[in-house]
């Protein structure tokens, strides 16, 4: 079949749900095959005629499709190629198009011939527990051989290395009535509510609506099942108040009525279209729900049970009907349950040869193929099933040649949601499987996932759950008049093990755990179905055991002598099915991993060149380099001494503001801050300590006095949002009788420094001539609202933070730009200078002014010398327990002045502090550097730390130790105050 | 989880930030014992399986802080109040 696609020789001439008319060209391991729209990758290679699929994870046995759906757990492939490149993806649900890229995965060199399928016969060193025995010596062998090799030998695909090219993202849904699942049961419930004018959203894992309506030959009032799901679907989609979302995944169950659903928008494109996103993860919010997430078939354990056309009946009978595709031309069909007689009429019907329906219960069948009561107890083949060994009651054996064997053990429900909230499921003997057992609040379950294994009770289980969601919700519905369902027989007797197999007998097909290692667990002492499950890992694989839990349990509790009842399920845990990492980070990648904040006069900064950095969500200018400045700084330098010589101007924007009035304002403030209020006069500042109710200070900033009743308080640019969150619980759950109204202006204002000798001859070029500026009318700490020469409103504060004569000017964000451009033109003639983040921080360290680095949440106000602050006259948040013994001890480490001793010498902030000729171990620590720099003023490096009995010790020599920098600096430790610490400057 | 909030309706619960136990009373801080009390209040705090009140600020809503009413074994969420109305410590 060189050259050219094949020709689907196991595709049927006509029926089923897939367009001849649109053939589909893909490739599989690198071979070109031609498909039809309408069809799975799994389908097409069915058509096609392809059985092996992949190797599996322990002993890399040869392995094709067990299933036709999301519980599929061997036709795992890698999808796409490059960056795009998928692992794990399952066959039976990848929709096919043109240009498919699928390869098999889990074998070297090739999938027909795989070195590493010796590991069978290693099969004792693969037993349960694996893990924790064969490997566990030497230890050190551990990642350097045996790691690496199990990883080799037992890997689950490749994943791709590069950046993923596609975007995802989130969205969320509001709705009445949710339906998960539009099988029978689904279709009914959606009609049925929206008929009532409920809004519904009916969300479908697959491409086409419909579920097994879509998979059988039944007849719905006389016509095909599918037909009938058609018609439903359109009927639906007319109908306002009802969204059908296909291709969509219900992955966890939350509360309150919340459930998350993975939506693989674009995933059936070789790309998403520019602009839209490959996938889409759904928050829903529904006041009811209807869980028809129909069932599970589960596999027969018999020997060798694994080999590729093996299959479930119910898929055989799917890719028959649904697809026109034949699994097999010479079949056998081994089922413990009725629906064994459908699938062979079913493949009689497609034209295969049913040579043996087997079924262990002895009531015969009358479908015209030989029907023999009995098991299977092995199947027969290589890399392909060739035939199968029959052992029938009367104890005789046969072998029938045949190429596919078609097996049933009866349904579970797919009742995973159910159990999101802990709720456990409880065993139904009549029925032989675990049914859903106490609900989340607002859920219902109808259909295949309650145990109504036929259409007509799954129909009307649907009609009857939204009947009474509506009931529940005020809306009147009526029942929505349901077709006549041609006659269905669902009669099951358990099997759950044939006995005296011979060859491996699996369980879980993806994790290849036999029945043989539910039985080494068990003599190990892991009876419990938690242990069992871990020691084997069975159901821990991707398909988290949808087809293989049950008959492990089933095969435990034979072993242990209990019932299946009594051994119980495993936990179920969101995710349903796995979600990819990127459609739970959405649109939070790279640069929008959180908001990012611009100052008004960003744009400003930019055309000044600025290198910005990030503080918290703000992106704020970090300096800004002049040509002939090899390093940041040469330009910090150049800010510094330009602002300490003439004036510099810096945005300060990001700074917390809040606005507060009423007539308890300054009660209000008495109670927030250590310091008190009372004494502070209208167009006056004052700074101002806040601690936490524990004593530690939480944050700092200036308090100005607008007027009578009003204050502006500023904060730091880190706490802005925790101080104002704070302020609101102090306000509404401590004293919600203070008289006090308060709101936060951080974003209408901007706000601009401008510092040095100069500032005043700046700010008089700007402000409207009318105001006085003199040391006298407006001396330090002075506030108050003016006039700029534009008209401009602003707010002006004589405050410092780089210890020069300085102000900071407020005017209205959308005045920023401008303004700051204008105090750029005015200051030009004076030397003005644009300073950033740098600067800032090297003029406060040598000020000695504590910021964020101080401000751990772990210092206390006598810590950073601000003892005396603390007022004794009044209560205030952190009043109490800041006076514990243990923080005012003066032994804690409190804040100093540092200065290397070698005057050319660089310390950096986290160096540990410790005496000289003391081994620097953690024994021996005394406390740390806080903040470093290099000081302009002084022309060397200096910092400030918190050092036991630090103000004590002035003077001393201590070591600065830094072994992440390879760095140890002798310091002397001093007063914090590098630069005038008599304050002159700021009183000019 | 959905918290009803008074002020905005029924919210993601993702809008509201938590602070915990809302029967919590400041101590009297010139009280004799001030010191083991404001020590009680600012660490100690119950772990109580079932009905609980919390304290609950609506941080990308109405900016209320709430008393919630919560089942913390079952998320069941009762009566929903203004922390003011509490009357303050």
Known sequence: MSGGASTQPRRLASGGAIDRSQPLEFRFDGRTYTGYAGDTLASALVANGVRLLGRSFKYHRPRGLLCAGPEEPNALVELRDGARREPNTRATVVELFGGLEAASQNRWPSLAFDVLAVNRW????????????????????????????????????????????????????????????????????????????????????????????????QLLDGRPAREWAAAAVAELGSLPSVRLMRRTTVVGCYDHGVYGALERVHDHRPAPPPFEPRQRLWRIACRHCVLASGAYERPLLFGDNDLPGVMLAGAVR????????????????????????????????????????????TAPGATGVERIAGVVRRAIGGQGLRGVEILAADGSVRRIACDLLAMSGGWSPALQLTAHHGGRPRWDDRLGTFLPGTLPAGMMVAGAANGDFTTEAALAAGVRAALAAAAALGHAAAPVALPSVSPESVGHRPLWEVAGTRGKCFVDFQHDVAVTDIELAEREGY?????????????????????????????????????????????????VVPVAIGALAGTHRGRDFRPLRLTAAHAWAVEQGAIFMETGPWLRAQYFPRPGEPTWLESVTREVNATRQAVGVCDVSTLGKIDLQGPDACEFLERLYVNGWRTLAVGRARYGLMLREDGMVMDDGTVSRLGEHRYLITTTTANAVAVFQHMQWCHQVLWPGLDVQFVSVSDQWAQYSVAGPRARELLRAVVAAEHDLSNEAFPYMAAGTLRLRDDTVARLFRISFSGEHAYEIAVPARAGERVVRMLMAAGAPLGVTPYGLEALGAMRIEKGHVAGNELSGQTTAHDLGFGKMLSTKKDYIGAVLARRAALTDPDRPRLVGLAPVGRGDRFGAGAHLVRRGVEPVAAADEGYVTSAAFSPTLGHWIGLGLLRRGPERHGERVVAFDPLRGRRTELEVRDPVFVDPAGERLRV | MRIPCPHCGLRGHEEFAYLGDATLRRPDPAAPDAERAFAEYAYRRDNPAGRH????????????????????????????????EQGGS
Request: proline share 5%; with cysteine; net charge neutral.
């Open chain 1, 122 to 217: 290693l099969g004792p060193v693969f037993a349960a527990g694996f893990y924790y025995k064969t490997f566990m010596w030497p230890a050190a062998f551990w990642e350097r051989l045996y790691e690496p090799l199990i990883r080799r030998a037992a890997g689950l695909g490749r994943i791709a290395t590069g950046p993923d090219p596609d975007g995802y993202e989130k969205s969320y849904a509001f709705c009445d009535l949710l339906v998960i699942g539009a099988g029978p049961a689904g279709l009914a419930a959606a009609l049925t509510a929206g008929r009532a004018g409920l809004r519904v959203l009916l969300i479908d894992e697959d491409f086409l609506p419909g579920g097994r309506l879509n998979a059988e030959r």
């Open chain 1, 318 to 361: 799917t890719y028959a009907n649904r697809f026109a595709a034949l699994a097999g031309r010479r079949a056998v069909v081994f089922a413990d349950n009725d629906e064994g007689a459908v699938t062979a009429a079913d493949l009689v019907a497609a034209g295969a040869d049913v040579v043996a329906l087997v079924d262990p219960r």
């Open chain 1, 527 to 575: 009876r419990a179905a938690e242990h069992m499950k871990r020691y084997t890992t069975l159901g821990m694989a991707t398909d988290q055991g949808k087809t293989a839990s049950l008959n492990g349990l089933a095969v435990l509790a034979a072993r242990t002598g209990r019932s299946i009842a009594a051994t119980g399920t495993t936990t179920f845990r969101p995710p």
């Open chain 2, 53 to 84: 009140r919390e304290l609950w600020y609506h941080a990308q809503g109405c900016g209320t802080w709430l008393v919630v009413e919560r089942d913390t074994l079952t998320h069941e969420i009762g009566r929903v109040t203004e922390a003011r």
